[in-house]
């Protein structure tokens, strides 16, 4: 659940410093060794072209599926249920991978959560 509640801040944060005008890439070093810096900005960053290595320079295969994240979360969602925890984030980070997956790219990365939030929740 943090993970994906990660890589959503992520996806948020790089979109909007994207739409401002900054460098993906020059954005993205900041984040990393500053207080923001996470695997989601060091080794997988969701935005194609900043780090080669990462599913989403290449076209976000390879990496964890959408699908399988979006499974875990609702596993995690199932939990705090029965525990009586809030986890608001947890439950908002979910609806966009359900919505990603729902658009058929539930095989992708679960990177590809940037896609669909820097194109406006559209895809």
Not at 27 to 37: A, D, F, M, R
Not at 60 to 80: H, I, P, Q, V
Not at 87 to 101: D, N, T
Request: hydrophobic fraction near 35%.
């Amino acid at each position: 659940m943090i993970l994906g509640i990660q890589m959503t801040a992520v996806a948020e944060g790089i979109s909007m410093g994207e739409k401002l005008g900054m460098d993906p890439k020059i954005l993205n070093e900041v984040l990393s060794v500053s207080t923001s810096g996470c695997w989601s900005t060091r080794v997988q960053c969701p935005r194609p072209g900043v780090i080669e290595t990462s599913p989403s320079s290449n076209d976000y295969n390879g990496g964890f599926m959408t699908a399988l994240m979006r499974k875990d979360m609702s596993l995690a969602m199932e939990a705090a249920e029965n525990a009586g925890a809030s986890v608001e984030f947890g439950q908002k980070a979910m609806e966009y991978y359900i919505e990603v997956e729902k658009k058929g790219f539930g095989g992708k990365d679960f990177g590809y959560v940037y896609q669909y939030i820097h194109k406006n929740k559209k895809l």
